[in-house]
Structures are given as structure tokens and as C-alpha cells.
């Protein structure tokens, strides 16, 4: 198996495909800010969207970049290969075990080699998601990898931020911002005589400070709730237009039956945790459209073969941006 910094033909052409899913994911999407070019590079963006955070980062870039994620979605072999394919590794928290805990080495050994190779790591130094305008506790982790990393090179970390039109509907807009880049080189210099552990919470207390300035943030207290109302615009709705396009929604939702109906099903009756509504969304687009399209090549005859693939492609998003000029109802998060 390839390692991570490597080059992968499979990797190459999967990349195309998932790019392109993931643009048409979202209506609109803009990226503000860059990398550094003079170093080894740790992306630290805040987690709200689950594997769609990994994607609309992926997607900024055209070359690779490698990401860490929770140990607990590489237990089944299948699924594992296929995040291995993509440059994810896994990364165990705590609450993971003792056993698990350790692993974590492995990981780390394997990306202070993709930093060497110039590849970006990004990591979600939260540890986990959650749909919310606000952080979580940054987690030692990102502390472990860049140090030692600044230890043999220099070092960025690039506190980046992600905010999405909303968590929990598809088609809706994406804005990635790539702060001003933390240099760990200097982090380390500055905290000489320091113990190990303030430096530690001083470099995760930066990380977390850095990273909310990059995003809509909003404490997390009880009047969370409140100040989102008052900072964050309700959902526009345009019955009229909705119901002159109503023909073409019909058209894309026939056309796209299996992959709406399937996405569906899955988030409204499977799905414990509402946050990961877009991601199902966006794995039936990515790996049930060439299906869907290849039905009508092989069922329609002659030039309708073309037309038919044209308007399937299309149709999925157009039926969740139809289903956006409606009223939401809107979801809590605790």
C-alpha cells in the first residue's frame, strides 16, 4: 500500500470525482487566505459538519493534502481501506482506550513523514463535531504533532475556519477562511524555561483563540441561543419561484428518485445524529450517480442517452435547491 505523501493513481482519480461532488454539494462556495510555502503545514479548522469539514478543505487545494480522524470509523476493514485510499488516518482519543491510545505513535510516526514530504496534515484538534457556532476544548493532540515536528523543521499551524449556510440542509452556501498561520518555531522559542504542561495549554489555548476568530463564534452558555437569533439571518423562502419551477422539480426528482429517496430515508430514520444529514447526502451523490447515469445510458436509445445523463447529473441538486426556496424546519443541537 502507498504511503500517505506518496503518489496514488487510484487516490488521483477518486479526487477528481470527489472534488467535483463536493462543489456541486453546496450553491456557493468561496476560500479566503493561503498556506505557507516554507514549511511543514498543519491545517486546524473547527468541526461542525463531520466528513463534509474534510471534504470542502480537500477541495481548496489541488494537490493532496492528509487528515486525521476519529479512530472509531476504521472498524470496519472496508471502510478503513477506503479512508486509507483518501490520506485519512486514524487518531484515537481517550475516551477510545488505552490500547487505542497507544496506536496513536503509529499515526503520529506516520504523519511527521507526510510533513517531511511537504504534504499538509489537517486535523480537527477538537476531537470531535459538533454542529454548533462555538468550539470545544482543543485537544493535545495538535500540541504533540506540531512540536515535534518544529522540533526537525519549521513549522506552521493555520487556524482555519468553516461556515456553512446551514448544518443540517444540502445545497447551501460554504465559506472557508485560512487565518493567519501560528509559527510553532517561534510558539516554542518564546515558552523556553516553561513547563511542558503550560505550554501545552498555552499553545491549545492559542489554537482555540485563533480558530474562533476565523468563524461565527458564539460562547456557548445559555444564551447561545439568543445571540444566534440575533447574529445569524433566518431562511429566505420564495414560494412563487417554487412554484413556477414545480415542472422541473418534478422532472429532477423522478430522475433522481433513487439517490433523494435512499439519502432520505437514511438521514431521517437511520441517523441518530443529525449532523452527519449532509455527508449521507453527499456519498449517495458521489458514489450513486455514476451509477444512475450509466442506467440511462444502457436503457435510452441513441442521442437520448446523452440528454438523459445530462439532466440526471443536474437533477439531484436542483431537487435540494427547490426544496430550499420552502420553509425549513429547524433543527436543535444541545
Known amino acids: 500500500m502507498a504511503k500517505l505523501w506518496e503518489k496514488d493513481i487510484r487516490y488521483s482519480f477518486l479526487r477528481l470525482w470527489c472534488d467535483c461532488n ?21 491545517i486546524a479548522p473547527n468541526h461542525t459538519n463531520t466528513l ?3 471534504l470542502v478543505v480537500l477541495r481548496t487545494r489541488k494537490t493532496p493534502t492528509a487528515f486525521g480522524a476519529r479512530a472509531d ?18 487518531m484515537a482519543r481517550s475516551r477510545d482506550g488505552g490500547r487505542a491510545v497507544l496506536q496513536n505513535w503509529e499515526t503520529f510516526n506516520e504523519v511527521d513523514e507526510v510533513l517531511e514530504h511537504g504534504v499538509p496534515f489537517c486535523l480537527f484538534s477538537e476531537g470531535r463535531h459538533r ?8 485537544q493535545k493532540g495538535i500540541a504533540r504533532i506540531a512540536f515535534a515536528s518544529a522540533e526537525k523543521r519549521q513549522t506552521y499551524v493555520v487556524p482555519t475556519g468553516i461556515e456553512y449556510g446551514d448544518y443540517f440542509h444540502y445545497r447551501t452556501t460554504c465559506d472557508i477562511r485560512f487565518g493567519d498561520p501560528i509559527d510553532v518555531n517561534a510558539f516554542l522559542r518564546e515558552h523556553e524555561g516553561h513547563t511542558e504542561a503550560e505550554t501545552f495549554q498555552d499553545f491549545r489555548n492559542l489554537v482555540h483563540d485563533r480558530i474562533a476568530a476565523e468563524i461565527l463564534f458564539i460562547p456557548d452558555d445559555e444564551n447561545y441561543k439568543a445571540r444566534l437569533a440575533e447574529v445569524k439571518p433566518p431562511h429566505k423562502t420564495n414560494i412563487p419561484l417554487a412554484v413556477l419551477l414545480s415542472p422541473l422539480f418534478l422532472i429532477s426528482a423522478i430522475l433522481s428518485l433513487p439517490l433523494w429517496a435512499g ?6 430514520k437511520k441517523l441518530k445524529d443529525p449532523a452527519w444529514r449532509n455527508t449521507v447526502r453527499a456519498m449517495f451523490r ?21 440528454l438523459g445523463a445530462v439532466l440526471t447529473i443536474f437533477s439531484y441538486g436542483f431537487f435540494y435547491d427547490w426544496l430550499n426556496l420552502l420553509p425549513w424546519r429547524e433543527i436543535e443541537v444541545e
Request: proline share 9%; glycine share 6%.
Open 22 to 42: 463536493t462543489r456541486r454539494s453546496y450553491c456557493k462556495t468561496t476560500v479566503q487566505g493561503e498556506l505557507p510555502q516554507d514549511g511543514a503545514v498543519i
Open 52 to 54: 463534509m469539514d474534510a
Open 73 to 90: 470509523i476504521f472498524k470496519k476493514p472496508a471502510i478503513a481501506r477506503f479512508l486509507r485510499l483518501i490520506k485519512i488516518v486514524p
Open 131 to 138: 454542529p454548533k457556532h462555538s468550539l470545544l476544548p482543543i
Open 263 to 268: 439519502a432520505e430515508f437514511i438521514c431521517h
Open 286 to 306: 458521489l458514489f450513486g450517480m455514476p451509477l444512475m447515469v450509466l442506467l440511462w445510458v444502457i436503457v435510452l436509445p441513441g442521442w437520448w442517452k446523452l
